[in-house]
């Protein structure tokens, strides 16, 4: 008995000595990943925080006024707009990108499926290629005169309009834009999803009769429950922060129809050079991230199944 005390007590600093000296090696790996996330996202979150207390303008002074900014935006019909135009673009890309990248992820998760390979790399390839060229290629082809898209609609009997210049249809060609580019990146998600499902389950099922639409509605959908949790995050948060496009096709025209939180913020910094209002508005839209993600996180955590 007094032995193992012994032993022990004499464990005991130099387990502690270890912990530590384990602690700090992992701290000093971390350390490089640490100092570019100070630099590059710290640091500017809490200049824009500071920043969305102040007047700060490019071609004046800078003077700290507190909450005026934020009281400002309460009164100010362009951001209520914006802010609308915003939650409308993540309200339609958000769930239509999600259930078509999972429609997709079922059909080309077939082993029998003739050029599943190619199927999936061309869905694919708009995940790789820059928002602004896209942006750029789709805004030739919604152009009356040249675009195809408009072409083959009035060969089919719809005459629509020039889109980009259309209050009605202009954020709708958008909405394309940013479906068509991300549904190729969920879609491969939850491709990955779907093969950890152990293919057991999907046997028992069948074994006890269950049809195809009740094995994807009882062990496919509840299975994908962390995968769709993800996709769905991180599709809210890209829409939610829609700019490329909308700058490109639009520039937030006809008549605001488009302009959307992301390009007012860069209205009022660069173009009216009112970084302190820019910077508040930016923080607004951080809080609506954080809320709305934190919110979904919620939603699927309860939903979560593990097997």
């Known amino acids: 008995m007094a032995r193992q005390k012994l032993r022990s007590r004499l464990w005991y600093p130099w387990s502690t000595r270890m912990r530590r000296r ?99 790399a061309a869905i694919f390839l708009p995940a790789v290629v820059s928002f602004a060229v896209s942006a750029i290629a789709f805004r030739f082809m919604f152009t009356p005169s040249i675009g195809f898209i408009t072409y083959w609609l009035a060969q089919i009997g719809i005459n629509v309009p020039d889109w980009l210049d259309s209050v009605s249809f202009a954020m709708p060609a958008v909405i394309l834009v940013g479906i068509w580019k991300n549904v190729g990146f969920y ?62 096709m639009t520039q937030g025209g006809p008549a605001f129809s488009t302009e959307t939180l992301v390009t007012l913020v860069y209205r009022q910094g660069f173009q009216n050079f009112q970084m302190g209002y820019a910077s508040a508005i930016a923080y607004v839209l951080m809080a609506l991230v954080l809320i709305l993600s934190l919110f979904q996180l919620r939603f699927f955590s309860r939903r979560t199944v593990k097997y």
């Open 22 to 120: 384990r602690t700090l090696t992992a701290y000093l790996f971390m350390l490089p990943s640490l100092a570019v996330l100070g630099v590059f996202m710290f640091y500017p979150l809490i200049r824009a925080g500071w920043l969305s207390l102040t007047n700060y303008s490019f071609f004046g002074g800078s003077r700290f006024i507190g909450l005026l900014n934020y009281r400002n935006l309460i009164h100010d019909p362009q951001f209520w707009r914006d802010l609308v135009n915003t939650l409308y673009y993540a309200g339609v890309v958000t769930p239509v990108s999600v259930i078509l990248a999972l429609a997709l992820a079922l059909l080309l998760n077939r082993k029998g499926l003739p050029g599943r390979g190619i199927f999936r």
């Open 187 to 248: 879609m491969v998600i939850f491709i990955a999803g779907l093969q950890t499902i152990p293919k057991e389950l999907y046997e028992a099922a069948s074994i006890d009769g269950a049809t195809r639409w009740r094995r994807f509605v009882n062990v496919t959908i509840p299975l994908l429950s962390n995968t769709t949790m993800f996709v769905t995050v991180i599709s809210l948060i890209a829409s939610l922060q829609a700019f490329d496009q909308i700058y490109v």
